[in-house]
């Protein structure tokens, strides 16, 4: 059983910054990748930004794009999410979530972490 643990929510001031992290339970970041999602309450859950397994290639939303930066550790089985000049408009419910690859079939969702900016 895989689990993804998110960590690293607070609570900041718009300007601020904050790096999430999604630890695995067993070593899955070398055959899959990766993907941070948030949800706001009422609206879809929304992919803010993946990454591929061997980190050679990453996707931001243009939401994020310039503001956000996905990454990971192998080693660690950690993959992290670090937010710059944080806004208003990215509190949400932060998940990551495996990317499903060959090697990497399942889907594995995090609990989320709560990021709440104000102002």
């Known amino acids: 059983q895989v689990e993804l643990v998110e960590s690293g929510g607070d609570s900041v001031q718009a300007g601020g910054s904050l790096k999430l992290s999604c630890t695995a339970s067993v070593d899955i970041f070398s055959r899959c990748g990766m993907a941070w999602y948030r949800e706001i309450p009422g609206e879809e859950r929304e992919l803010l930004a993946t990454?591929?397994?061997?980190?050679?290639?990453?996707y931001y939303a243009d939401s994020v794009k310039g503001r956000f930066t996905i990454s990971q550790d192998n080693a660690k089985n950690t993959a992290y999410l670090e937010m710059k000049d944080l806004k208003i408009e990215d509190t949400a419910v932060y998940y990551c979530?495996?990317?499903?690859?060959?090697?990497?079939?399942?889907?594995?969702w995090g609990q989320g972490t709560q990021v709440t900016v104000s102002s």
């Open positions: 979530r495996s990317v499903r690859t060959l090697l990497c079939p399942t889907l594995y």
């Open positions: 990454i591929t397994a061997d980190s050679a290639s990453t």
